[in-house]
């Protein structure tokens, strides 16, 4: 399949950012994308009603649990509460849940070229 340019020029945008991302933290979480948390979408519409009523939903990432999602360092029993009960910044990185930049990796750009009509299959 082709893409557009401005999404060739963001898929190549992104191949920096995260090459970059991984050379500064080559132990990141790959699972959660040194988010700490993984994102997925359940139906919360009542059993049996047929209706498709989709909530956003968070759960923490299992993968990296105990560790820091972008440094990995490992977390000793206090730090690890503090960690999560305080939200407390990572003691080795700085990791603080997302709220500064660079806290989380790159995400891929979204591909719509599929939408384009200026791209024939
Ligand atoms: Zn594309
Ligand atoms: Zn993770
Ligand atoms: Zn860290």
Not at 19 to 40: K, L, N, Q, S
Not at 84 to 97: A, F, I, Y
Request: glycine share 8%; hydrophobic share 30%.
């Amino acid at each position: 399949m082709k893409h557009l340019e401005d999404c060739v020029a963001r898929t190549k945008k992104y191949e920096m950012a995260i090459a970059e991302f991984e050379e500064r933290w080559p132990d990141y979480c790959r699972d959660c994308g040194a988010i700490g948390a993984v994102h997925y979408t359940e139906n919360m519409s009542p059993h049996g009603s047929g209706r498709y009523w989709p909530m956003e939903m968070q759960d923490v990432c299992e993968s990296c649990l105990g560790s820091c999602p972008r440094c990995a360092h490992e977390f000793g029993e206090d730090e690890h509460m503090a960690f999560v009960e305080e939200m407390m910044d990572c003691p080795k990185c700085g990791w603080q849940w997302g709220e500064n930049q660079g806290d989380e990796a790159p995400y891929p750009p979204v591909c719509l070229c599929y939408l384009s009509r200026d791209i024939r299959m």
